[in-house]
C-alpha cells in the first residue's frame, strides 16, 4: 500500500483554515491538535477530573457484550478502570451497512490515534466510537449507494413504517423486509468472489440483531473488535441513568449555553464564515420524548420549555425531576451531545469529520459555561481508496490520479474519444450550417418580395426545420462513432463513479460494504495494519 496527498480544495473556508491557518480559528477552540504539547497538557488536565469510571465500564460491558466482543475490547474495558486511562472518541449516525465509507475512516482514525497517544504519553488510551442512537433523522441512516448500468450512484432506501419520530436506537427491525432490502443492494454491487461470503456474514449479523443499531454495531464489533475498539449508545436506556446529573446541570445552564452558541456563531460569521448551526437565544438544545416520538424543547421563559406545535410546556421544576428520575425521556442534540460526552468520558482527543469541525467551533464557550473544557478536535482521516487496475488504466490513458478529481472528466473522456477517429464532426457541422444559411438568403430575398408579411415566417420556420434535422444527423454520426468505443467509455465513468461519484468524495457515498465487494473482506485489515498515515487532516488516496 502507499498513501499519497490528494491536491484538491477543502470543503469549506473553514475547514481550510482550520488545517492551514489554525491562528485564525484558535480562539474557538482550547488546544491546536498539531502541537505535540497538547495532549500532555490536556491528560493534565483529566487528572484533576473525576469520571463515573466503575458505572461507565459496567454499562459498557453490558452493550459490548451483545456483540460478542473479541478479548481486546474486554482488555480496553479493563484498561478504562485505571484512573490514568483516557479515551480517543469520534461517532457517526448508525447508518445501513455502517454507511458512507467515511465510518471506517472514522474507526480507523480513533483506533490509530489511540495506539499514537498510548505511545507518546504512556497510559492507557481506549479507543471508543459513539453511535448517535438517539438521533432520529431516519432518512439519513436508511440507504446505502448502489451503481447503476454506467456505475454511478443512485439511492437504494429501506422504508420502515413509523421511522422517524423516535430515536434510531427505539427502532425495531422489520427482519423480512430489511433482508429482502439487503438482498438487492447485494445484487446491485455485483457478483465477485466476495459476494457470497461477505452476503452470508452481512446476514447473520442482521438475524442476531434486533435494531438498527445491533446490526450497525454488530458489523462494527466484526470489522474492528480485534483492535479493540469500544462501542457506546447515546440512544441506550441503560446510559441515561449516569447522564442523569448531567442532564440535569444542562438544565441549570440552559439559557448561558444557548447564548454562548449565538455569541460565538456570531463570531465566526462576523470572520467571514458561514453558521454551522441553527441556534436562537431560546434553543434549550434539549429532546423530549413522548408517545414514541423525540421533540424538540424550547425556552420560552427562565422557568419553561415548550414546544408549542407539538403543545408540550413543562416548567423548569419538572424537567428537572424528569432528568433525576426518568432521564430516559430525555436526550441531546447537536449541542449537547459533545457536552454529554465530555461529561462521560476522559476525552483526550475528539476525532471529527470537516462538518464536525464546523460545528464544535461554536461549542467553545459552551463547555465553559459546564465547568469544562473542550477536547482537542482532531481530523479524522479522509481515504480515498484505488486499486491497480484502475492506476494502469489512467497510466494507459495519459491521465494523472488527480485529474480524476480536479479535472471536467466529461471534456477528459469527450477528448479521448475525438482522439480516436480522424472525422472533423464539427468543422464539418458548423461549415454545413454556414452553407444552409447562405443558401436561403435568395429565397428569403424572393419572399420578401412577394410577401413580406408571410412569406419570411415560413422561410425561418422552414430553416429551422433544416438545422435540425442537421443537428439529428450530426448526434447519429457521433452516437455511432461512441458506440463502437462503448466498452473502453463505460470504463471512463466507472473511473470516475468509482473514486469521485456525483463530484463527491469516494468515501461520503460508497458503503464500506461495497468497497469490500470488490477488493476483498481483508481490505479492513490491511487498512488498520498500515501505519503510514499522515494524521493531519489532508485529504488522501491509498493505492491498494
Request: net charge negative; aromatic share 10%; charged share 25%.
Amino acid at each position: 500500500m502507499r498513501v499519497h496527498k490528494l491536491n484538491v480544495d477543502e470543503p469549506s473556508c473553514l475547514m481550510e483554515d482550520y488545517l492551514h491557518h489554525y491562528e485564525r480559528l484558535s480562539p474557538f477552540f482550547a488546544y491546536d491538535y498539531r502541537d505535540p504539547k497538547t495532549y500532555a497538557d490536556r491528560l493534565t488536565y483529566l487528572k484533576e477530573r473525576r469520571f463515573e469510571r466503575e458505572k461507565l465500564v459496567a454499562y459498557l460491558r453490558q452493550f459490548n457484550g451483545k456483540y460478542h466482543p473479541p478479548e481486546k475490547v474486554i482488555a480496553s474495558l479493563e484498561k478504562l478502570r485505571d484512573d490514568n486511562a483516557v479515551v480517543v472518541v469520534g461517532g457517526q449516525q448508525a447508518g445501513l451497512l455502517t454507511g458512507p465509507s467515511y465510518t471506517v475512516n472514522k474507526c480507523l482514525s480513533i483506533i490509530k490515534w489511540s495506539e499514537k497517544l498510548e505511545a507518546d504519553l504512556g497510559v492507557p488510551v481506549v479507543p471508543v466510537f459513539w453511535i448517535a442512537g438517539e438521533d432520529h433523522d431516519f432518512d439519513e441512516v436508511n440507504h446505502v449507494f448502489i451503481p447503476d448500468a454506467s456505475g454511478a450512484p443512485k439511492k437504494h432506501a429501506y422504508r420502515h413504517p413509523g421511522a422517524g419520530r423516535d430515536s434510531v436506537t427505539q427502532l425495531q427491525i422489520d427482519h423480512e423486509r430489511l433482508t429482502q432490502w439487503l438482498e438487492e443492494a447485494f445484487q446491485s454491487f455485483g457478483e465477485t468472489q466476495y459476494t457470497d461470503t461477505l452476503l452470508k456474514k452481512v446476514k447473520a449479523k442482521l438475524d442476531n440483531a434486533k435494531t438498527l443499531i445491533d446490526f450497525f454495531a454488530a458489523i462494527l464489533m466484526e470489522f474492528f473488535g480485534e483492535y479493540g475498539l469500544v462501542l457506546l449508545d447515546s440512544g441506550d436506556h441503560a446510559l441515561r441513568k449516569l447522564e442523569s446529573d448531567y442532564f440535569a446541570h444542562m438544565i441549570e445552564a440552559n439559557a448561558s449555553l444557548a447564548e454562548s452558541v449565538v455569541g460565538q456563531l456570531s463570531a465566526l460569521k462576523d470572520l467571514g464564515y458561514p453558521p454551522a448551526l441553527d441556534q436562537k437565544p431560546e434553543s434549550a438544545n434539549l429532546f423530549y420524548h413522548r408517545g414514541g416520538e423525540r421533540i424538540l424543547l424550547e425556552r420560552k421563559d427562565p422557568t419553561t420549555f415548550v414546544n408549542e406545535q407539538k403543545g408540550v410546556r413543562l416548567t423548569r421544576e419538572a424537567l428537572l425531576e424528569i432528568a433525576k428520575t426518568a432521564p430516559e425521556q430525555l436526550s441531546n442534540n447537536v449541542v449537547t451531545r459533545p457536552l454529554m460526552q465530555e461529561c462521560l468520558l476522559p476525552t483526550v482527543a475528539f476525532i471529527a469529520g470537516p462538518g464536525e469541525v464546523a460545528y464544535w467551533s461554536a461549542l467553545k464557550g459552551a463547555f465553559e459555561k459546564m465547568g469544562m473544557v473542550m477536547p482537542p478536535v482532531v481530523p479524522r482521516l479522509r481515504l480515498t481508496l484505488v486499486d491497480e487496475k484502475i492506476l494502469r488504466w489512467l497510466g494507459e490513458k495519459g491521465l494523472a490520479l488527480n485529474d480524476v478529481f480536479t479535472s471536467d472528466w466529461s471534456d477528459i473522456r469527450q477528448s479521448w474519444l475525438n482522439d480516436q477517429h480522424e472525422w472533423e464532426i464539427d468543422r464539418i457541422y458548423k461549415n454545413v450550417q454556414s452553407e444552409v444559411e447562405k443558401a436561403v438568403q435568395p429565397l428569403y430575398q424572393l419572399a420578401k418580395e412577394v410577401n413580406p408579411h408571410v412569406l419570411p415566417g415560413l422561410c425561418a420556420k422552414n430553416e429551422d426545420y433544416i438545422q435540425s434535422q442537421l443537428a439529428f444527423i450530426k448526434k447519429a454520426i457521433e452516437r455511432e462513432i461512441t458506440n463502437k468505443f462503448t466498452t473502453e467509455l463505460r470504463r471512463f465513468d466507472r473511473v470516475k463513479a468509482t473514486l469521485y461519484p456525483d463530484g463527491q468524495f469516494q468515501e461520503r457515498t460508497w458503503s464500506i460494504i461495497f468497497l469490500l465487494n470488490r477488493w476483498g473482506p481483508e481490505l479492513i485489515d490491511r487498512l488498520v495494519a498500515f501505519d503510514q498515515y499522515p494524521m493531519d487532516g489532508e485529504a488522501f488516496v491509498v493505492e491498494l
